[in-house]
C-alpha cells in the first residue's frame, strides 16, 4: 500500500537549503534627520490653516459638484420629464422611484404623450453617483450644488416631485397647459420652443 | 527673596491656611487641566493647519467645560460582567492619586496669603520626591483595576500594557532623580529648588539626567508616542473602554492633572522651579512675590508644550521596541550616569585636587568612546557572514519530509 502513494520530491527539499539572506534592519535615522520632524509639526503652527468656518463661511463647490438633483422643465414651463423610469433602472443604489403617467388634453404636463407622475429620491439612499443623469433621455435630471441635505425626519429626506423641479423662470407658464401651437414634441426635443405663447395658457392663467 | 527653605516658612502655617492652601491648589489642578485640554486641541491642530475648538466662548476657552457637563449628564453605564466595587474605587484611585502629588510642589516663593506669610505649598517633607514617586505609583493601580474589573478583553490588555510600562519607566525616572538627589543632597523639593537658585539649574548640570527624566514621564502619563495603553487602533480605548459619563471623565481628569504633575516636579527639579529666569530675579518679588506663580507655570506650559508637541510628531511605538528602549537604553545610561555623578560628588568633597577631578572626567570620555567602538566592532562582526562550519555532533531531530516546498528545481 505505501508503495502506491508516491511521495512527491521526497528527499529533494531541504529546508535548510532554501536561500536566505538577512534582512538588513536600518537603524534609527540620525539626530538631525528626527528633528526635521519636530521641525515640520512646529512650523506648521504658524502656517495659515485650511478650515473653512462652515456654517459661517459657505464656500462654494466646484461647478460641477454632484448636490441635489433638479427636474428640469421646457422654455414654456412643460416638464422635461416623461416618466420614463430609465433613471431608476440606472440607480445603483435603488434611491429613485418613478411612476409613469399619460398626458392628456386636460392634463398636459410634459410635450408627448408620456409624464412623471410621481417621482421621489430618496436621499437617505442616494449615493450622489450621477448615473441617473447619465441615464436621462430627455435631460430632464440634472443635479444643483446645494449639499446640506440634512434632517430630522426619515420622512423628510424623501424628496416628492414638487420638492425637485426647477422653479418657473421668465416666460414660463405653471402645466399643466398644451403644446406650443405648431409644435411636436421633437420640436421640444430639438429645442425650438424658446418661450411660451399667450394661446398656451389655460383657464386662471395669465 | 531671601528665604531659601520654604520648609522653614510653611513649618508655621495655621491649620485653616494648610486647608486654604488645599482648596487652592485643587483649584488649580482642575482650572489647569480644563485649560490643558483646550490648550492641547488648538495647538495640536495648529500644528495640523486646522483650527481647533474654536465656538465655545472666547477663542472656544470654555469647550473642556462644555465637554464635561456634557459627559457628566451621560449615562453611566456599569457592564454586567464588571466587578462593580473596584470598576468604581478604579478611576476614583486614578484621580484622587495625581492630585496628591501636587501637596509638596512649591508653586511659589514668599507670599502673602491671608496676612499669613508663606509659601503656597501645601506640607513639605523630607522625602517629598519619594513621596510624589509612591503617590504616582498607586495611581497606576486606577490604572490596571479599571482594566481589570472591566471584565472585558481589551481593557485586561491596556491595563496590562499600562502596568508594565509604567513601572519599567518608573524606573528610569526614579535612577535619573537619584542624580538630582545626589547634587543637591536632599529629596526635599523646596531644598533642590533652593539648591539650584544657588547654583545653577539641574537641566544644565544634570543634563543626561534630565533628558531620561523628560522621556521616562512621557512613558509614566502614557501619552504619545507611548500610548500603548489605550491604542485606539489596537485596543479601543485600552482600560477605559468600558468607562463612560463621569466615571470616564475622571480618568480623562486623571491622565491630564498627571501631566501637569510630571511637568511641575520637572520644573521642581530641574529647571530651578518657581524661581524666574536666570538674569530676571528682579520680578520675583512684583506682586508681592505671587510673581513666582507665573514663573513656575510658564514653566510647566514649556514641559505641556513638549507634550503636545511629541503627540503632534511621533506615531505610536510598538511594544517590543518601547520596552527594548525602556530596558537596554534608558536604564543601563542612567546606571553609568548615576555613578559618574557620585564619583564625581564624592571628589569633590573629599576636597581632592581639580586636576583629580579632570583626570576623572577624561578617563570617563575616553571609556566611552571605547565602549562605544567595542560595541560597533560587535555589531560588525555580529553582521559578517558566519563561516559554515562541519555538521553538529550532537543528534538533533530530523526534519519532516516537506513535500510543497521545491526549490532546487527537481523531478
Redesign the interface.
Known sequence: MSDFIE?????????????FSEVEQPGPAPLAQQAK??W???S??F?????V?YPDVKAPTQPRFHGRHQLNRHPDGLEKCIGCELCAWACPADAIYVEGGNNTPGNQLSPGERHGAVYQINYLRCIFCGLCVEACPTRALTMTNEYELADDKREKLIFEKEDLLAPLRQGMLAPPHPMYPGMTDTNYYNGDVKEAHPSQAMNGDK | MNTLNNAVLIAKDPGWLIAVKGVLVFAICVLCTLMAVWAERR?L???????GPNRVGKFGLLQSLADGVKLALKEDIIPAAADKVVFILAPIIATSMCFMAFAVIPMTGEVNLFGQKTALQMTDLPVSVLYILAVTSIGVYGVVLAGWSSGSTYPLLGGLRSSAQVISYEIAMGLSLVAVFIYAGSMSTSTIVGSQHQHIWNAVVLFPSFVIYVISMVGETNRAPFDLAEAEGELVGGFHTEYSSLKFALFFLAEYVNIIAVSALATTLFLGGYHALPGLGFTESWLGGWFTLVWFFLKVIFFFFIFM?LR???PRLRYDQFMKFGWKVLIPVSLVWILIVASLRVLQQEGAPRIATIAFAVGIVLLVMAASSLIDRSKAKARAPQPEGDAPNFPIPS?P????????G??
Open positions: 511521495k512527491k520530491n521526497s528527499g529533494q527539499a531541504d529546508i535548510n537549503s532554501v536561500p520632524g519636530f515640520v509639526t512646529f506648521s503652527m502656517k495659515k490653516n485650511q478650515t468656518q | 495647538v491642530a495648529k500644528m495640523q493647519l486646522r483650527t508637541w503632534a510628531t511621533l526534519l519530509e516537506v513535500n510543497s516546498i521545491n526549490v532546487s527537481g523531478k
